[in-house]
């Protein structure tokens, strides 16, 4: 039996720092990966697709949203579980019971909608913990797997949300326990767990048989998704009595968000930035965000603001990680010698030179920034 796991689609999501046109293509990608799936399913000669929670963003969302969803739902041509996530829960208001929904879903959607278990085919079955709301007070999946028996049936867990041995939180008491996934898997009542949350994607124990697919689109930077863009390719051997399982990471994702540190402090390392970035592929689906440190030139800063300039026109996005960039500009003796100038707008420079060295707050910021404007509009070599 061989099937696709993926999760955490969160279709109608956006990124805040996403402007323009980049917002539409980002969603448009993240659609495209969905609809993508079943041209893997296909090659792969997959039994079904199982999304293990977080399908959509939130409950309430754009009926446009809807609509494309469910369309490039319907490209995938075998049987596609849609498990109801902390994000998109089966509460009162959600996205699976509104009309729209209703009256759009293809054939080939199914919610999970019922605790317990699912016949996908004789002796084949998936073991399901929908969420009902955003705060569950107990342990969804070990209340689906008890009493369930090790009868030869072939048994997949579908379930969402933090394993108590990744995420310990005391505090939280909806957390999946590991020892009841272990409990269940020991006595071979179920054979893989299928589970959704996380976006990157992480094996949980040493079975090999309980995976986070990870997102199959990056939704968040590289400290906080290590491994996102892969959906799992999953066989389970249902001739051998143990059901042993084989677990393969296809990388689908298209989009990257990535994370550069960087000192700089002299045109040698922007000269290094520039070169990091230009080699950076596929510019229009990489969002780069920089954590810049240093001490500059007034020129210096000025060519690096042209570099950032240059290529934030170029990247999907590319902007300053604010909590991890620190550059302070200090006018160098000389540095203002070559303008041109006398007289009065002389005597001017002079006064934001001393100013920007002060290193008196805004004031000090002020000027520097003046002198960078200044440098930049008698077209010096920072330009
Ligand atoms: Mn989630």
Redesign the pocket.
């Known amino acids: 039996m061989r099937f696709v796991h993926t999760a955490?689609w969160q279709l109608g999501m956006t990124r805040h720092f996403l402007e323009g046109e980049a917002q539409p293509r980002y969603s448009a990608a993240r659609r495209d990966a969905v609809a993508g799936l079943g041209v893997l399913a296909e090659q792969v000669s997959a039994d079904f697709v199982v999304v293990a929670?977080?399908v959509f963003e939130h409950n309430q969302l754009a009926p446009k949203v809807i609509s494309q969803s469910l369309e490039a739902m319907r490209n995938i041509s075998v049987p596609v579980y849609l498990l109801p996530?902390?994000?998109d829960p089966l509460d009162a208001s959600s996205v699976y019971t509104s009309a729209l929904f209703k009256a759009e879903c293809p054939d080939n959607v199914i919610v999970l909608d019922r605790d317990g278990v699912w016949e996908v085919r004789p002796g084949v079955q998936l073991v399901v913990a929908p969420w009902r709301t955003k705060v569950p007070t107990t342990d969804l999946a070990a209340a689906v797997l008890a009493d369930l028996p090790a009868d030869g049936t072939t048994r997949v867990l579908v379930a969402?949300?933090g394993v108590d041995v990744l995420d310990p939180d005391p505090g939280k008491p909806s957390l999946i326990r590991m020892a009841a996934l272990a409990d269940a898997l020991d006595r071979g009542s179920v054979h893989y767990v299928a589970l959704?949350?996380k976006h990157s994607r992480t094996t949980v124990g040493d079975s090999g048989r309980v995976w986070y697919s990870g997102s199959p689109e990056v939704t968040n930077f590289d400290d906080v998704e290590a491994d996102p863009g892969h959906v799992l390719v999953v066989d389970v051997d249902e001739a051998d009595p143990a059901h042993p399982v084989t677990v393969e990471a296809r990388h689908i994702g298209r989009w990257r968000f990535v994370t550069l540190h960087r000192q700089v402090d002299d045109s040698r390392d922007i000269a290094d930035l520039d070169l990091n970035l230009d080699l950076l592929p596929d510019k229009e689906r990489t969002v780069v965000r920089l954590g810049l440190t240093g001490s500059l030139t007034v020129t210096d800063r000025a060519a690096l603001d042209a570099c950032l300039d240059k290529y934030a026109r170029l990247f999907a996005w590319l902007g300053a990680w604010e909590r991890h960039t620190s550059i302070a500009v200090m006018p160098a003796d000389g540095e203002f010698d070559d303008l041109g100038i006398g007289g009065f707008a002389a005597a001017a420079v002079d006064e934001l030179v001393a100013a920007a060295r002060s290193g008196d707050g805004v004031a000090a910021q002020d000027a520097q920034s003046a002198l960078g404007l200044l440098l930049r509009l008698a077209g010096g070599s920072a330009a």
Do not use: K, L
Request: no cysteine.
């Open positions: 955490d929670g977080d996530g902390n994000h969402h949300g959704g949350d």
